[in-house]
């Protein structure tokens, strides 16, 4: 990326009170901020979409007067536009109420109109209209585990949506509890995909679905390599979820939320351990990203920048992302309301804002004029 005074990153930092969005037209060494944008609405999900002629920015926000909806701005924050009537809701007969949207995702580039959206609970929302509208993926909906699907402690919902790049049949999805779910014909049907996935609180350790998932990742250029952060486990596919494999050793704990892959090369990820689900402390109290540059052989403390001691926050599912410059940045934010970033794939850090509300997601995308 370098000095490049075309490009700009844009950082956006969803929290319980509201969002702000952090800009960078420097390389990535000083940073301008902005907001609160929806002061005093919980934001689980945010994405900047980067495929029309303008940038548009996703959020979905929860307010306990007026509940949850999806905002959209297409000049950086500038402007707001949510429609008069909810965009996403549950049909009539299904007896059931959006509690919140847990995840935002674009489509495959091919199909700059398609974007889908994770609730609460359980569910998958398509949009043909560049997420203004959004209606039920029904297949998912109509699933006969649906169910025996039940809340993980932040509750029962689709966290993670993972659309294929160049197939856009395809899509993977992973909730809490339930598992990995993927359809391959454009969602009427789903199948499970936990082989490998260990449940240590359940008779069956290895059942077919019923995995508490916190988190799946990938690299568009390699969608079939995927990482998945689980309830104590930490694995990868290399063949679409198939199968998986445990990659733990090296880390100094099989806990946390948070995975991110990087943009370019598929065997480097990103994570943030936690001691335990009973201790959700980083070990030692240290803060420290984790990063493989092996597809999970061997794991690399990063520290440079970072508390070295008394940090007792944590770093929820969605608040570790990366960027596409080159080299890559990364980006997380902690429940103590501190962001970090690093322009240079993690070897350093520096501190982006501070005292902010508990940070729930962070999304970073560079910006080219």
Not at 155 to 176: F, I, K, N, W, Y
Not at 245 to 263: K, N, Q, R, Y
Request: one cysteine or more; aromatic letters at 8%; charged letters at 20%.
């Amino acid at each position: 990326m370098g000095d490049n005074k075309d490009e700009t990153v844009l950082l956006a930092i969803g929290t319980r009170k509201g969002l702000w969005l952090a800009t960078s037209e420097d390389g990535r060494r000083s940073w301008s901020m902005s907001g609160p944008h929806h002061a005093m609405t919980e934001v689980y999900a945010v994405a900047i979409d980067t495929r029309g002629a303008v940038p548009r920015i996703l959020a979905g926000v929860t307010s306990e007067h007026f509940g949850p909806s999806v905002s959209t701005s297409d000049d950086l924050g500038l402007t707001w536009q949510e429609p008069d009537h909810a965009p996403i809701s549950f049909p009539e007969g299904t007896d059931t109420s959006l509690a919140r949207v847990w995840q935002i995702a674009p489509g495959p580039e091919a199909h700059p109109e398609v974007v889908y959206a994770g609730t609460e609970p359980s569910a998958l929302f398509r949009s043909t209209d560049g997420g203004l509208t959004y209606s039920l993926v029904e297949g998912l909906w109509n699933h006969p585990h649906r169910p025996d699907w039940l809340p993980g402690g932040g509750g029962q919902a689709v966290h993670t949506v993972l659309p294929h790049p160049t197939d856009a049949e395809r899509v993977l999805v992973a909730m809490s509890t339930g598992g990995v779910y993927r359809t391959a014909d454009g969602g009427t049907t789903w199948a499970p995909a936990n082989t490998g996935v260990k449940v240590s609180f359940m008779p069956d350790e290895y059942p077919e679905f019923g995995q508490c998932v916190h988190k799946v990742a990938t690299n568009p250029e390699a969608p079939d390599r995927l990482y998945l952060q689980n309830h104590h486990g930490v694995y990868r596919s290399d063949n679409g979820g198939d199968t998986w494999e445990s990659i733990a050793d090296g880390l100094p704990t099989d806990f946390g939320f948070a995975m991110a892959v990087h943009p370019h090369r598929p065997d480097v990820v990103f994570s943030f351990p936690i001691e335990a689900d009973a201790r959700r402390f980083p070990p030692g109290a240290r803060c420290r990203v984790y990063r493989t540059d092996d597809a999970g052989k061997s794991w690399t403390a990063l520290s440079e920048g970072l508390p070295d001691e008394g940090f007792y926050s944590s770093v929820l599912r969605d608040a570790l992302c990366v960027d596409t410059a080159t080299p890559a940045g990364v980006y997380f934010g902690s429940r103590t309301g501190e962001v970090f970033a690093s322009a240079d794939e993690g070897d350093h850090w520096h501190r982006v804002a501070e005292h902010l509300p508990d940070v729930l997601t962070v999304r970073a995308a560079v910006i080219r004029s």
